[in-house]
Structures are given as C-alpha cells and as structure tokens.
C-alpha cells in the first residue's frame, strides 16, 4: 500500500532538490548564447514516476512558485523577469508531472527502463512546450525565435533529462542494466 | 580564524526571500492578511491596464515597505539587476506595436519609427507592472518568515478541507521542503568534495557540453539517490510514530487576528479596488494626451 505519509514527504523531498539546483546553480548548465539548459525539472519527473501524477502535480507546483520568487527577488538573468508572471512560472510546470507518469504507464507495459526513458523526455518537452508557448501567447517573444529555442534548448534538455532520469531510477529500483557504477 | 569560502559551499548563495526581523508593524501584522494582500497585489498588478492606478499600487507598496523599518536599499537591490532589461523590454514594446486598431492617435512618426499613444501607455505599464510586483514580494518576504507563511496557507485553505482539498498535507509538502535544503545543500557539498579528491574537475573552462554532463552525473545521480535514502527514514520516523494526517490535530503556534488586522485589510482592499476602479474607467489617455501637448507647446 502506498501511503499518504510517503506521497508527501517524496513531494516535499524532491521539490527541495528542485529549490536547491535552481538556487545553487548546479542545475543550469551554459549552452550556447548565454541561454542555459536547465534541470530543475528532473525532480518533478522522477517524483512523478516514483510516486504519481498528483506528487508530479505537487512537485511542479512547489518548482513553479520557486522559479517565481526567483524571477521576482533574485533574478540571474534577463530570461528570468518573464517568470514574475504565474501564468509563465507555475500553470506550465503543473502538466509535467501528469504528462511524465501517462507516458511512463504508456511504455513501461513493454520494458522498464526505456518507459522511464521516455517519460524523461514528455516531461522535459511537456515543460518546453508550455513555457514557450505561454511566452508566445503573451508577445514576449516572436514565434519563430520560440521555435528556434525549443529545438536548440528543448532537444538537449529532454535527452538529458532522460539520462537524469534513468540513472537515478534504475539506481534506486536496483534495475540491473549492463553498465554498473559510476565513471569519472 | 575565518574559514575560507571553498567553491564546494551552496549554502551562501541561497539568499531567496529573505526575511529580516525588525519586530516592525507590518512583522506583527497576521500573516494571513499579509498572504492575501500580496495574492491580491500581484494578481491586481497584473490585471490592471492604467498608468495611474499602478502608481497608486507602487505608493501603496513603498508605503508598506517604510512601514518594515528595512532599508528600502534592499529592495531596491533586486530592481537593478533587471533594470537595463526592462528598459530594453520596454521600448522593443512602443516601438513594435503600434496598437492603431483601436483607436489610438499618433504621437509621433519618423520613417519606421512609430509611437502611439497606446504603445506609449503599454510600455511605460510594463515597467511599472514589474517594479510593483517585485516591490511587493519584497515587502512580503521581509517581514514574513517562512513558518509564518506556511502556517498561515494552511489556514486559509482549512474551509477548502471539507470538499477534500490536502490543505494540511499541502502545507507539510511545502514545510519538508524548506526544512530539506541546507540538508542537501550539506550534501552536494560532501558529493563534490568525494568526486574531487577521486579527481573530478567541477570548474569549467571550456564550452564543451558532453564533457560537462559527464562531469555533473556522479554529483547529481548520488544526490538524488542520498536525499531519496532520507525521504526514506523520514517516512519510517512518521509511520512509526502513527502520523494519520491533518484530522483533529492541533498546532503548537495559533493565529489570532485583531481588530487592527481586519482594518489593515480593509485599507488594502480598498486601495487595490480604487487601483482596479481607475483602471476599467480609462482616464489615462486623455491624461497623457494633455502632458503630451503642453510638451510640444514648450519645445
């Protein structure tokens, strides 16, 4: 039986990872023109694969309100004002957890691990899509420099948020998978 | 001795939402009125379509952060990292749209270059939008501490409770959270200490986007995994002690609202509507039409 104590607390852990990899920076990794490739939202993937659409929902809804505070109080960057506004921060990052968890069910009926795999990728995309298109909706940005974004940025993201994803998974469920330990 | 910042340490940098006790008026005020005036504000400052009515919110704001007794310098503080954007953001905003569908007249008019009243009016707005919202989640995060805040979400959601809303468990989620960062923040810092003296390099100096990832995998993959080990422990510390949820528990901290608190609301409602009220009658352009034309009679 899975619990109630167990739903909240992985929420509340793994939205603190969240907090955390935006806050120390460890999260942002620079790509090109000074545009960062983010992170932040593995934790509310895994959440959501671990424990659950509605633990996605509340992992995203904690990474939304922080990326919020972020843009308003502590801005790192001229991408970041755009996350004062609600419909920006926290609405897109509500639909990552759902969309992660539908296609990790979807796909975990033929194997394990590749069903986390592509779970990575829905809620990575899931989350570049809805940004952006919530940027586009609102004239922040052009449409075509949106679609350029979403495939210098959003490719990358979603292949690395696949690797995050599955290794940390397949680490904790023990999965056995041909490569074991870790290299330097 | 002064210990030396190493480039392992996360926790220094954590500096969102600050809070800054100064036992002032607006820190003694109940923190559920200040929950809501600040969802009131933002959501008004995001609505609100006049120039005038978000001066009234930006006096309102500066009124209460003087009350805090902080130094405004530090609010202010977080308005100069974006003030060069907004400026940038701004102008891209007068100049792009010149919005002559409906109705607006032209102010001024070179080759491409076209500014109407109404683009004048949006751009101007945005940066004001901006400095009234980041003003006010200052405000808020100084003179509210974070159990404050969490205590008083859970009880503005408890009448939602009765439809079956997690208001209680909502409020812990987020609680677990907060409590969990300096653990983590403790953690990474072991992480990158551990692959360090194995040899990993975590500052880099080349663009190179594969060889940075390989880098971050042994420190994020073991963070996970360890603050996964402690979510762990702490759902057995839970169950063990036969934690059953927010049905019939009392807290050790209660929240009692005073006459001065319900007056404090009252004045915040009335000048967000008075902002929401000059808004909707659009005076604002028959205000700048005014100041434009005694510009243009000195020059």
Same mark, same amino acid.
């Given at each position: ?6 739903? @909240?607390?992985?929420?509340? =852990? ?14 942002? @990794? ?8 983010? #992170?932040?939202?593995?934790? +509310? ?64 009926? %033929? ?9 990575? #990728? ?8 809805? =940004? ?53 | 001795?002064?210990?030396? *910042? ?5 926790? #220094? ?47 309102? +704001? ?22 060069? %954007? ?7 905003? @007068? ?54 805040? #969490? ?54 100096? *080349?663009?190179? %986007? ?10 994020? =993959?073991?963070?996970?995994? +360890? ?39 009252? +004045? ?11 808004? %909707? ?9 005014? =100041? ?8």
């Amino acid at each position: 039986m899975k619990s109630k104590v167990r739903k @909240i607390v992985i929420s509340g =852990v793994m939205g603190a990872i969240s907090i955390f990899l935006g806050a120390s920076h460890l999260g942002f @990794i620079p790509w090109f023109a000074g545009a960062a490739l983010t #992170i932040m939202h593995v934790p +509310v993937i895994i959440g959501a694969v671990l424990e659950g659409p509605i633990v996605g929902i509340v992992i995203g809804l904690i990474f939304g309100v922080f990326s919020l505070l972020q843009g308003a109080i502590a801005p790192t960057g001229p991408a970041d004002v755009w996350f004062v506004n609600p419909l920006v921060s926290i609405l897109p990052r509500l639909a990552i957890g759902p969309c992660a968890w539908l296609v990790y069910r979807a796909v975990r009926g %033929f194997k394990e691990v590749p069903g986390v795999a592509a779970a990575g #990728i829905a809620g990575s995309l899931t989350n570049t899509v809805l =940004v952006l298109g919530v940027l586009g909706l609102y004239k922040y940005l052009p449409w075509q420099l949106i679609g350029t974004i979403a495939v210098v940025n959003g490719g990358p993201e979603a292949a690395l948020s696949a690797i995050i994803t599955t290794a940390v998974i397949t680490a904790w469920k023990g999965i056995q998978t041909r490569r074991q330990g870790s290299r330097v | 001795m002064m210990r030396e *910042k190493s480039e392992f340490e996360h926790l #220094i940098k954590l500096s969102v939402g600050q809070y800054i006790p100064t036992g002032s008026v607006m820190h003694r005020l109940d923190p559920r009125i200040k929950v809501i005036m600040g969802a009131l504000l933002v959501l008004s400052a995001i609505i609100i379509g006049s120039l005038i009515s978000a001066l009234i919110l930006l006096a309102a +704001v500066i009124f209460g952060l003087s009350l805090t007794r902080v130094q405004l310098k530090l609010a202010l503080a977080s308005l100069r990292h974006m003030a060069i %954007f907004l400026v940038v953001l701004a102008l891209i905003q @007068i100049f792009t749209i010149p919005q002559l569908h409906s109705g607006a007249s032209m102010l001024f008019q070179r080759g491409i270059l076209k500014i109407t009243d109404r683009s004048l009016i949006s751009g101007i707005l945005l940066i004001f939008r901006f400095v009234v919202i980041v003003l006010g989640l200052s405000l808020f995060s100084f003179s509210t501490s974070t159990t404050e805040l #969490i205590h008083s979400i859970e009880h503005l959601l408890r009448p939602l409770q009765k439809i079956g809303f997690p208001a209680h468990e909502l409020a812990l989620t987020a609680h677990i959270s907060i409590r969990f960062i300096p653990i983590l923040a403790g953690e990474a810092e072991q992480l990158m200490k551990a692959q360090a003296s194995r040899g990993a390099d975590f500052a880099y100096r *080349k663009w190179n %986007f594969i060889r940075k990832i390989r880098k971050m995998l042994p420190l994020l =993959v073991p963070l996970f995994v +360890v603050s996964l080990k402690h979510a762990h422990n702490l759902i057995e510390a839970m169950e063990s002690r036969c934690y059953m949820g927010g049905k019939g528990r009392t807290s050790l901290i209660r929240l009692h609202a005073g006459l001065g608190d319900y007056l404090t609301l009252a +004045v915040g409602c009335a000048v967000i509507a008075s902002a929401l009220l000059v808004s %909707f009658a659009d005076i604002d352009r028959t205000a700048l039409e005014w =100041v434009w034309k005694n510009i243009t009679i000195l020059f």
